[in-house]
Every structure is written in C-alpha cells, then in structure tokens.
C-alpha cells in the first residue's frame, strides 16, 4: 500500500519553512570574449524545407578566409568539441583556443588552425542535431532514391548558404572528410557549387558490396553488425550493441549464423539491415550506390585528392577505385591527385610513425598533413597562394620506409622505371618460385575445410571492432601471420631466401585453380613477406631474455600480410546470379587483392597462404549451395576437400606487378 500525502497537508508543510534561493541562474550566458574565435550553430534549410544542423568556427579576425567543410553522421558537436552553449559536449576540456577544440575523424589541426580557416561541421540529414530521415550512404536521386535530395543537392545547399551567411569567407569552399565522410565528399562532385573549390576524401566508402564495408567479392563482413546496429537504432548512436562473450569468435560460432544473431538482437528493425538481407547479391541496389561508376559518368570539374591507407581494415576498395575510375578524364594530369600512405583506416589525421610492430622511422601522418594537404588545400582555396608542389601521385613505398613521388598509379618510380605482370607459381611441395612447374612435379596440395573449426582471421580471443587504446582492430591487417600458418587447414607456399630485392607497384592477382568437394566455397588467399630471424635490430641476448615487451615486438621472422583478400564461390562466374559449383572439379579463380606499393628486400621470403574461412571477420560459407547463406542451419556446414593444382597444365600462380 502507498501513502500519499494530502493536498492540503503538503502546501501546509511546504509554507513552515524559509525558502533558500537556488544559487543556479535560469540561464547562464558563458563569457567567451577572450576566446581566438567565434563558435556559430545553425540549421541550414535544404531545397526539401529539411534544416541541417550545423557548427560554424572562424578564427577571431579572420577575412577573406577559406571554408574548410565536413559533413558528418558522427556527430557535429562531438567533432567540434566543447560547446560553450550547452551542446552536446565530449569529455575534452575546454579551450579558448580554436585548436584543442578540433578532434575527431576530420580534423587536422596544422591544417585548419594554422592554415586560418574557417571550419564547417555539419550532422547529415536524419543524424544528430539535423531533421530529415537517415539513410545509410543515401543514394543519388535515381532508382534507388526517388526523393529529389541526396548528399550531392544537401551538399550544393549547403555551400550555398555558407558563401552567402559567412561575412568572413572569401567564397571559396573545400570539402574533406574519412570514411563515411570521405564518402560525402565523392558525392559533392556530382554537379558541384561554383565555389566548391577542392575536394580530399580520404579513406571512402564507396563500393560496399566488391570491398568496403559490408563484403567483399560477396563474403559478408558481419563484423559490421555492431554498426550497422548503432547507427541505425537511434537518431543520436544512443542505444549500443552489446557483446555477450568475450571472445567475438564464440559469439558469432554460438549464433550459427550472421541472420540468427541479427534476428537474436532485433537488427530486423533496422532499415539497412532489411536491405542487406534482401540483396545479398550485386544486383542494382549495389551497382547504382557504386561511387567509382558513378563519377565515372560525370564530368571532372573539380580538383579532387584520394587519400588510401594501405592497411585500411574497413574501406581498403574505395579510394583506388575512384582513381581508376576518374583518372582518365583527367587529360592535363592537374585534377585528379592520389596518397597512398602506411596507414590503418583514418590514421592521416593521427600519429603515422608505427602501426602494430611496423615502425616507419618517421611520422608519415604528420608529413602528409604538413608537406602534402596543406599545400594542397591552400593552392586551390586561398587567395594568391603558391601552387602546391605536389605530384599525381604520392606513395609510401613500405620495406624501404621511403616517399615516392610518381607520375601515375601505378608507376615503377620516378625515374621511368616500369611495372610488368610476373606469375609466382605455387608448387605441391609448398614452395614459390618465378619459375614455371614442371613436368612431374605432383599435381596438386589439398587440405580440409571444416566450418565448424573456421580458421581465425586474428589471434584469439578476438575483440569487438573498437577504437582507442584499449583495441586493437585498427591493427589487424598487419597481425604476423604465424598464427595461421601452422594450421592444417591453411596451406603455406613459401619461396627461397631473396637474393635481391623484389619490388611490387599495383594490384596483385591470384590466378588459382582450384576445387572443392563441395558445391560451395570461399578461397582467401594473402600475400606475406616473411622476415627473416635476424630482422630485429637490438636483438637480446639470448642468456638474458628479451626486455619486457619486446619480444612481443620483435619482427625476427614475422609474417606481414602486404595484400589479402577473399573471393566467394556462389559469385564465380555472376556476381548477380549466385550458381552452385562442380564438386571436384578444377575451375579457375580470379582473386584480386588489394594495391600495395611494396619491397621484399634482400634476405626476406615472399609467402602465400591459402584458406577457405576467415572467422568472424568474414561469415562462414557452409560449402554447400543454400538459398540464403544469412539463414544457413547446422546441418548445412560441412566439411570440403580443397585442392590447389600446381601441375604444367594447371599452373596456380599469384601475379605481381614487378616493378624492373
């Protein structure tokens, strides 16, 4: 029973006491006169009538300032930082100064505050502080959009207020961003405001189906789930997925499949998630969304620089594809500029000397911020600033740990050097060699491929994709593959000590031929340097032990993965049409990896591993043909007999772009 008091007996008991003022004012007004700029908040109204949130910062004094514009669906005040009005505030201290206040996927402070420009924030429609309905990489106007606005009319909109309501600005706009917002700033260049000047996507998502985010070649990438889940639940990232083991291996093994653990989590309320599992195959819904094919068909009118990482863990596709795609209109080999740096996704904009146990003996970020963006950006969006000396092509040739500056991509070197296709044959006794089989040699090496003991693509217990230091996703392209390598279902070619260095430009191709007893299958196969035992340079003294940590960091023998990729078996002859294969019959995959711009120096060994399963990074295949690999059972995993054929007449071989 509750006791409630009566009305008359609470005013009665409420007027016998003296009231103690609050000492907390209705409404504070912070003093910020002593700030170096001015934080503005707007909501910028779209052609449709929706209002996009916005932050405006200009550094105090500025005139005839360029505008620097990312627009995010990662939240616009979180980006900015502290909000002196009562926003949505970080755990960041307050500054008075514009820099400390910039943190976050796009922003590099020696650009934006050095460089005194105006910096422009903006939540995307349907996120955060702005109005209008979310849609994950919201499509053109067209068949997959019938809605008259998209990310290239918000983006014109945009700008067009901006040119217009900042007194401060010289009316030149520059457009940068990573990821999803490096995605944006493809879209700006589909019929561009006047005074878009420049664009730097860094890092885009652009084909989410061939290599980006949500599969590659078909393989589902279910990791993504949990972003898929945050993104979508809630306008502001509010309600968060939740793991319920501690290794992310059992978690999706428990579940059987990654449609039973989407169903476990309610996904299904989840547009993007509907969408997934309705077009699993490249049909339209992919092909119309393709930025590369997209761009392709537009005019190249804006100036624009692709900015890849080499060991990019979420959109490794995206940048050199959109090179590929737009390099060739670029006729006076002045618009179309590309970055390849050794980097894990987004790490530009952070520290650049190490990723994992790779050291770069320098701050490769910093110098591509410094010597690269900011001239870059200045030239095209400063009035009266110097031409940038920046060539089409900057790349981090790893191995050596040296900058290149070419001409084109891919290019041998600056010098004139060329870039020529060289099979590496895989032979039946696991070894690699430029040479061709020959006659006698046995015909092929085969192992087994359970899916229910799936190959871990890292080393257990595997962690939730997450960011900071208490993660280590960013670092897991560049995990020493030692750990697959000894397994009886990875099979390891291995050549000869390298009596010269071999240098690659370009994309690896695998050329396997291959069969599976089974009527389905995945084959992932990775390109590796191994180092060789004296690799470490402050070796120990093996009486004495190594130092702490440094065992852990010693690169004496480590495996560095330098491309991988995986191609699934349903997709081999149409990416739209999935097909069962012939049991046991030889058939030949074309599998390619991913641009790498590499040397295997003197004394290290080039490795190939070959696998069927890639777990949970990638979904199990049940290697037999289902309708839906999303809803596959258990009884519809089974184990398959993988053979790899390396005879005269069915040559296995991985093509490097050597360059001589």
């Not at 959109?315 to 090179?323: L, P, Q, R, S």
């Not at 994709?465 to 000894?486: I, K, M, N, P």
């Not at 590796?528 to 190594?546: C, F, L, S, T």
């Not at 010693?554 to 012939?582: C, F, N, Q």
Request: aromatic share 10%.
């Amino acid at each position: 029973m509750v006791w409630v008091q009566p009305a008359a007996a609470q005013t009665s008991s409420q007027t016998q006491y003296s009231t103690l003022p609050s000492e907390t004012p209705a409404r504070f007004e912070p003093v910020t006169d002593s700030f170096d700029y001015v934080r503005r908040e707007v909501m910028i109204p779209m052609r449709d009538g929706v209002r996009l949130h916005t932050v405006i910062l200009v550094p105090k004094g500025a005139k005839d300032a360029p505008i620097l514009l990312t627009r995010t669906p990662y939240n616009a005040n979180e980006l900015t930082s502290y909000d002196p009005r009562g926003g949505e505030q970080t755990d960041a201290a307050p500054s008075a100064h514009l820099g400390p206040n910039l943190h976050g996927y796009d922003n590099a402070m020696e650009v934006i505050v050095e460089g005194g420009y105006i910096r422009v924030v903006q939540d995307v429609r349907g996120k955060y502080g702005s109005e209008g309905d979310y849609v994950m990489n919201r499509p053109l106007h067209g068949p997959q959009n019938p809605t008259p606005v998209d990310h290239a009319t918000d983006t014109y909109d945009t700008i067009d207020w901006l040119v217009k309501n900042v007194p401060e600005s010289n009316g030149k706009v520059g457009i940068l961003g990573i990821s999803y917002d490096g995605f944006v700033p493809l879209m700006a260049l589909v019929n561009p405001h006047p005074a878009l000047k420049v664009a730097v996507p860094m890092n885009p998502m652009v084909d989410g189906w061939m290599g980006d985010d949500w599969f590659h070649n078909g393989a589902f990438r279910q990791q993504n789930m949990s972003y898929i889940y945050e993104q979508e639940a809630t306008r502001n990232n509010q309600i968060k997925w939740w793991t319920s083991h501690f290794d992310e291996y059992d978690m999706f093994m428990q579940a059987g499949s990654a449609g039973e653990l989407g169903r476990r989590r309610g996904l299904e309320q989840v547009g993007f998630w509907r969408k997934i599992l309705e077009h699993p195959t490249y049909d339209a819904f992919w092909r119309d969304q393709a930025v590369d094919h997209v761009l392709a068909a537009q005019p190249l009118k804006v100036p624009v620089m692709l900015v890849h990482s080499l060991w990019d863990q979420e959109d490794i596709y995206g940048a050199i594809a959109v090179y590929k795609a737009i390099k060739p209109k670029d006729t006076n080999n002045d618009k179309v500029f590309l970055v390849i740096g050794p980097w894990h996704h987004g790490q530009e904009i952070d520290d650049g000397s190490t990723l994992g146990a790779l050291k770069f003996n320098s701050d490769t970020a910093l110098y591509f911020r410094q010597h690269i963006l900011r001239p870059f950006l200045d030239q095209y969006l400063k009035d009266g600033a110097p031409k940038a000396e920046v060539s089409p092509v900057t790349a981090f040739e790893t191995g050596t740990n040296t900058w290149e500056h070419l001409p084109a991509w891919p290019a041998g070197c600056a010098n004139g050097c060329t870039v020529s296709s060289k099979p590496l044959y895989l032979d039946a006794a696991l070894q690699l060699s430029f040479n061709a089989p020959k006659s006698g040699d046995a015909p092929f090496d085969e192992y087994i491929s359970d899916p229910a003991k799936p190959v871990p693509f890292r080393a257990r217990p595997i962690q939730p994709v997450g960011y900071g230091s208490a993660y280590t996703w960013v670092q897991w392209l560049v995990d020493d593959q030692r750990e697959a390598s000894g397994r009886p279902d990875v099979v390891a070619f291995v050549s000869a000590v390298l009596p010269a260095p071999v240098k690659i430009s370009g994309q690896p191709v695998a050329n396997l031929i291959a069969s599976t007893s089974g009527t389905d299958s995945d084959w992932v196969v990775k390109l590796i340097d191994v180092y060789p035992e004296n690799a470490q340079k402050n070796a120990w003294n093996p009486r004495e032990g190594p130092k702490p940590g440094q065992y852990a960091q010693s690169l004496d023998g480590y495996e560095l993965p330098i491309a991988m990729e995986v191609r699934r078996g349903r997709y081999l002859t149409s990416y739209e049409k999935p097909r069962p294969l012939s049991p046991n019959k030889p058939t030949e995959w074309n599998i390619p990896l991913r641009d790498h711009d590499h040397v295997f120096l003197k004394g290290h060994r080039i490795m190939v591993q070959i696998q069927s399963t890639w777990f949970p990074v990638i979904d199990r295949n049940p290697q037999k043909f289902v309708t839906s690999i999303y809803q596959a059972t258990a009884s519809d995993f089974v184990p398959a007999t993988q053979r790899i054929y390396c005879s005269t007449t069915m040559p296995s071989r991985l093509v490097l772009p050597v360059v001589r």
